[in-house]
């Protein structure tokens, strides 16, 4: 059995917030919850499976997303071999393991324990009182956010060591995590015994991959130069004049997804929560200021003289509020991304299409992470010889908050958050009664910020005389993450005992 799970963005602290640590500990309950009903066989025997892989499938620890990088010397863009550039990393590195301690202690647990399961009896039965350790192997392979373990060198191994050591990985530590999973020959004989081409999925995202994991890419500089500093200057600047509410907004940022929507996201919160427009626009004067200086930075501008498109202009549109769009600035945006990676909506399942291992039929199940959106989308279904060959793309989600756009608010500018966590497991064999994969996602709504009063003109916010605004009040999907220890979910939806 194979379990996936990706984008946990574990960081330091300096920077938003991560998924409790409650999270990890159902984690394991699932992954044992899994394996009893991996063990259960075709012919309807019970057999215990003999091993349980788990991939780390990318952006496990955020090391891109911490403050430390505004104070330091050196940023990810510079000499990753220089001395200031390793202390950096090796900073935040411990500092995220340090604050992210009991998470992680379940990843340990894990490997030190496995998962106790019933034993077999004579008959093919679960034993009552005997229980039988699975060995768990957890792969780790990096992202856009924690591309710094694939980086060669003796100081990255030692580094590599110590994340090894607290989270208990069958990764071999002294050679850099693999990116592609051709580059570590016991994590591709894993997704080969399951049917699965797996990768983080950044390969596709022009903003955050530019053909070498080994090297930053735009994103990063999008993240430390722009939302990371942005709070610091409104805190710096702002912090006296504006609300609770808006300030806590901020904190959020780096929940957007795609982070291009910020902006849009900050318009709204602003508009909702800030009732002095001389305030509101100092707020986007700033980031209008940082927008400036990013869009000058050296590392951006580089990008302009080689990118096919005018990346440099398209960005203008995407960030500032001085050249927002009067109408549709938020569907502009995701459009425009979305050419840029030629495809035409916001999944991922259109680059799956052209993997190798989907062309070939040697995978049946092709997984990325990256997007935060949970999907399963059917590929394709080929017959031969009486065999039947169902191939679909999985996507493995998040275990964080992510905010998205409402779909009904006519300026685009409305967001609702919640927590969410995904896993994915693929079953070889006559596991699981010969099924071949099952998915799980849970989302936990978060209560909206309070916001203040406001004036409403024909139905429109206004800026002028705040009075009490009246909002429909719709329930936020939010079902239990935890399943019922004594069921499992089948691939089909169906619970079964």
């Known amino acids: 059995m194979l379990v996936i799970i990706s984008d ?27 394996a009893m009903g991996a063990s259960q066989r075709r012919d309807g025997s019970y057999r215990p499976i003999d091993r349980i892989d788990l991939l780390l499938l990318g952006d496990v620890l955020d090391v891109i997303r911490s403050s430390r990088w505004l104070t330091g010397r050196a940023r990810p863009w510079d000499d990753p071999q220089s001395p200031a550039f390793f202390e950096m990393v090796s900073q935040i590195t411990s500092d995220i393991l340090r604050r992210n301690e009991e998470a992680l202690g379940e990843f340990r647990k894990l ?24 060995p768990v192997h957890t792969h780790y392979m990096v992202g856009n956010h924690d591309w710094f373990y694939h980086l060669p060198g003796e100081n990255y191994s030692r580094l590599r060591r110590q994340i090894a050591l607290h989270m208990g990985l069958a990764t071999n530590p002294d050679s850099p995590f693999p990116h592609e999973a051709w580059e ?30 080994n090297a930053s890419s735009l994103g990063d ?17 702002l912090a006296n004049d504006l609300p609770e509410t808006v ?27 800030c009732p002095h427009p001389a305030v509101r626009k ?21 990008r302009d003289t080689w990118c096919p498109v005018d990346i440099v202009d398209g960005l203008q549109k995407a960030l500032k509020f001085s050249r927002r769009l009067s109408v549709g600035w938020a569907s502009w945006i995701a ?28 995978a049946k199940h092709i ?12 590929l394709d279904a080929s017959f031969a010889e009486g065999y039947v060959l169902n191939q679909a793309y999985f996507n493995s989600g998040t275990w964080r908050r992510v905010y998205e756009q409402t779909r009904f608010a006519p300026h685009e500018q409305e967001f609702i958050a919640a927590d969410a966590l995904t896993y994915l497991a693929f079953f070889k064999d006559d596991e699981r009664r010969g099924r071949p994969y099952e998915t799980w996602s849970g989302t936990l709504g978060i209560s909206p910020l309070p916001s203040v009063t406001m004036r409403v003109d024909s139905g429109m916010k206004s800026d002028a005389s705040p009075q009490p605004i009246s909002t429909p009040s719709v329930p936020i999907r939010a079902p239990h993450f935890a399943l019922p220890p004594t069921h499992v979910r089948a691939a089909d939806g169906a619970f079964v005992r």
Not at 247 to 273: A, K, M, T, Y
């Open 8 to 34: 946990l963005h574990l960081t330091d602290g300096t920077s938003g917030s991560t998924i409790s640590p409650g999270a990890f500990q159902l984690l394991g309950e699932r992954i044992a919850d899994l």
């Open 111 to 134: 490997a030190q324990q496995g998962v106790a399961i019933p034993a077999a009896t004579r008959d093919g039965r679960p034993a009552d009182r005997q229980l039988l350790p699975i």
């Open 335 to 362: 459009q425009w991304m979305w050419q840029l990676r030629g495809a035409d909506n916001s999944s991922y399942y259109q680059h799956a299409l052209s993997e190798q291992d989907f062309r070939n039929r040697r």
């Open 247 to 273: 300030l806590s907004g901020l904190r959020e940022i780096d929940n957007i997804r795609p982070l291009l929507l910020v902006p849009v996201w900050i318009d709204g919160l602003l508009e909702r929560s």
């Open 184 to 213: 570590c020959n016991e994590l591709l004989q894993t997704m080969r015994r399951h049917k699965v081409f797996a990768r983080h999925g950044d390969v596709y995202d022009p903003f955050n991959y530019e053909g070498d994991r």
């Open 221 to 237: 500089v999008i993240v430390i130069e722009l939302l990371n500093r942005f709070g610091v200057q409104v805190q710096k600047e």
């Open 367 to 378: 997984v990325y992470g990256h997007t935060h959106a949970h999907e399963t989308v059917p």
């Open 282 to 302: 100092q707020v986007k004067k700033v980031w209008d200021q940082l927008a400036d200086e990013f869009l000058d930075h050296p590392f951006v501008r580089h």
